[in-house]
Nanobody
Framework: QVQLVESGGGLVQPGGSLRLSCAASGRIFSVSAMGWYRQAPGKQRELVARITVGSTTNYADSVKGRFTISRDNTKNTWYLQMNSLKPEDTAVYYC?????????WGQGTQVTVSS
């Protein structure tokens, strides 16, 4: 059974940086993309960043130039490097893996940006 576990969240000051990690405990067959989503209080979950099997990346306009998604296939892990963090980045961040048959989700990690 595939399980995704996020880590690396926490409290950071505006302008600071955090690196989130997502580790998959099982094989995801026919994976097409891996990504990060976030959900702030009172708002819908939104796509933050995604990297496809062909290494194409997509970012939300609000994070372009500040966040970078990457992966390490040997460790079955992907990352979200977050720089120049803003208070509006505060949310629960979820990692995601998409396969041809289903989506897999982590349980989320809290990121709080506050002075």
């Amino acid at each position: 059974q595939v399980q995704l576990v996020e880590s690396g969240g926490g409290l950071v000051q505006p302008g600071g940086s955090l690196r989130l990690s997502c580790a998959a405990s099982g094989r995801i067959f026919s994976v097409s993309a891996m990504g990060w989503y976030r959900q702030a209080p009172g708002k819908q979950r939104e796509l933050v960043a995604r990297i496809t099997v062909g290494s194409t990346t997509n970012y939300a306009d609000s994070v372009k130039g500040r966040f970078t998604i990457s992966r390490d296939n040997t460790k079955n892990t992907w990352y979200l490097q977050m720089n120049s963090l803003k208070p509006e980045d505060t949310a629960v961040y979820y990692c995601n893996a998409r396969s041809i048959v289903s989506d897999y989700w982590g349980q989320g990690t809290q990121v709080t940006v506050s002075s």
